[in-house]
């Protein structure tokens, strides 16, 4: 599997997270691989781990993103966003692996697939906080 697959599969868990508590979250993931027989064991578990971190960090992911959004607090976002933005603050700043223009590249091109017209520049502008630094 992609890369851009495997990030595209976290985002999806992350998006989950707005609408269940913490306790269902697991058998929401279940539920999101069951059937899905072209994510192999090896990816599914990849996906899971990295979501969980992310969701693990998240208060901590949402106080960095608040910091450099132009008064805008995180819960006002819209949900595909803040998804968006948590996987790549995530990436830039806690995933070694991952260039960081890589990550903000996956961020924007997500957010086209996935969110509104404004939202690229949106995400773009936020992350370009965290290169830089």
């Known amino acids: 599997m992609k890369r851009s697959e495997i ?3 976290i985002l999806k868990l992350l998006y989950l997270d707005d609408f269940h508590d913490k ?3 697991n058998t929401q993931f279940s539920l999101y691989f069951d059937g899905k027989k072209e994510i192999t064991n090896e ?3 990849y996906i899971i781990d990295k979501a969980n ?3 693990d960090n998240k208060q901590f992911i949402d106080n960095q993103i608040e910091s450099v959004s132009n008064r ?3 819960e006002r976002m819209d949900k595909v966003d ?3 933005l948590r996987l790549a603050y995530f990436e830039i700043k806690m995933d070694e ?4 223009k890589v990550a903000v590249n996956e961020a924007v091109e997500l957010s086209k697939k996935y969110s509104s017209d404004a939202s690229p520049k949106f995400i773009n502008g936020i992350l370009s906080n965290f290169v830089a630094e």
């Open 72 to 74: 805008w607090k995180v």
């Open 7 to 9: 990030r595209e599969n």
């Open 97 to 100: 692996d991952i260039p960081d």
């Open 43 to 45: 990816d599914q578990t």
């Open 53 to 55: 971190k992310i969701l």
């Open 82 to 84: 803040k998804a968006i």
């Open 23 to 25: 306790e269902e979250l």
